[in-house]
């Protein structure tokens, strides 16, 4: 067991110390403000304060800790071996900076509550993050920081159990269009069709008459995902939109019978979540009616989101997934950026900073999502960019997590996306 000794026991010190210690290490902690205490632990331990009390392993804190609500911090990176880290604690410090509020400011997002201008879906901009200013957006630091920091402590302390982690690959599929032509009902199907011809669409027209005519649907490329997945022993997930038609959902309208047949057959085989709508951004009734549709269609519960086009407005949006009773959300991650959004590959709680508490939602950050490739040339240079940063995760033990649309992957591009889905997937295998 590990004692780690502090002036003030807050709910963010709380939360990052489980965080790093409980999950992310596996080592049993324990926290105490009483000097005494802490003296007659006779095992590993950890003073995180200002001042060290005797010769122990010491972290000399920053004050983020322990504050409430959002100030402005001015962030300045700094080298830690080649890895860059924030926050720097002085050279008494055994840990040349504050690795537990780095790792909170990161996790926590704390950079989104700043005010800053939003993009035309009301997104953060990758641009404005600190990881992507300092170049280190393609880097898990806080997993590069905890394993340096395991490495310290058992330099420290040779007899420090710890549970070791694996890597892991999920593959999600985003289905917010199942079928480009089929199933789409005879009014929008006619006016669609009327809207290609007149705007000269000629081979979109083509394509459209033939799967009137039994052609194959090109965005229906499920059973062929399935076989991909079971050849190379792949853990997936399907997330369905499952809406309303509006202005930003135009999926099969979710009281079609055989996109019902889809989603239930491909619930046989992989994970099938919700791929949320625009509409239900900030709408939770919207959100839980959607969650319950289809929780009737596949005949159990529903308990992953993603949101649509990856929107992610802190803290409203991980509140909302809460009062729709989901544990799990796979939207944090940018849709034109490659990286890590909050520093991580492991799964972490949600905290909000607002009402200085955990959310009961696990956040699952994703590394790639197939947008951000779409300006490559070269499926080799695609393949080589995924590479490096299934690599950086690998050396940390963590989630690799891609985000690929069957859209994309059945649309008529430069590169044959199917076949550089199986050279992705293949490739996390070895």
């Known amino acids: 067991m590990l004692l780690v000794y502090t002036h003030k026991i807050t709910p963010r010190f709380t939360y990052i110390m489980k965080h790093v210690f409980s999950r992310m290490l596996g ?25 060290p009390l005797q010769n122990e392993f010491f972290i000399r804190s920053n004050d983020l800790l322990f504050q409430q609500g959002i100030n402005d911090i001015e962030i300045n990176c700094a080298d830690w071996n080649g890895i860059p880290c924030f926050f720097r604690a002085g050279e008494r410090s055994d840990m040349p900076f504050d690795i537990f509020s780095a790792s909170f400011y990161l996790l926590s997002r704390y950079e989104e509550y700043i005010p800053h201008v939003k993009d035309i879906h009301g997104r953060f901009p990758p641009k404005e993050s600190v990881a992507f200013k300092n170049g280190f957006l393609k880097q898990p630091v806080v997993d590069i920081w905890v394993s340096r920091l395991l490495q310290e402590l058992k330099t420290r302390f040779p007899d420090l159990q710890h549970k070791a982690k694996e890597f892991k690959y999920t593959s999600v599929i985003d289905v917010t269009t199942s079928h480009s032509y089929a199933y789409r009902g005879v009014v929008r199907g006619g006016a669609a069709f009327i809207m290609d011809l007149g705007t000269l669409k000629l081979r979109r027209v083509f394509n459209r008459l033939g799967v009137v005519f039994g052609q194959k649907d090109p965005y229906d490329n499920f059973t062929t995902l399935v076989e991909i997945h079971k050849k190379h022993q792949t853990k997936s997930m399907f997330f369905f939109q499952f809406a309303d038609y509006s202005t930003f959902d135009k999926n099969v309208a979710p009281t079609n019978n055989k996109f019902k047949f889809l989603i239930k057959s491909m619930a046989d085989y992989s994970t099938v979540s919700l791929a949320a709508s625009y509409s239900s951004f900030a709408n939770t009734d919207l959100l839980k009616r959607e969650k319950t549709r289809l929780e009737s269609v596949i005949n159990r519960p529903v308990n992953s989101s993603r949101m649509r086009y990856n ?9 909302n997934l809460v009062k729709a009773e989901f544990s799990d959300d796979y939207t944090m991650g940018y849709t034109h950026e490659v990286g890590f959004r909050a520093g991580t590959c492991t799964p972490f709680f949600f905290y909000d900073i607002n009402l200085e508490i955990q959310q009961p939602i696990r956040v699952h950050s994703f590394a790639v999502h197939d947008y951000s490739l779409v300006n490559f040339d070269q499926s080799s240079e695609m393949i080589k960019v995924i590479t490096e940063l ?7 033990k963590g989630d690799f997590i891609t985000i690929f649309s069957n859209e994309l992957l059945g649309g008529e591009n430069k590169v044959n996306w199917l076949t550089f889905y199986e050279s992705v997937i293949s490739s996390q295998n070895v």
Do not use: N, W
């Open 390 to 396: 299934a690599s950086e995760v690998k050396k940390v």
């Open 27 to 51: 080592i049993e902690v324990l926290f105490t403000i009483k000097v005494e205490d802490f003296i007659k632990h006779s095992g590993p331990k950890i003073t995180y304060t200002k001042q």
């Open 311 to 319: 929107r992610v407005d802190i803290p409203m949006t991980y509140r």
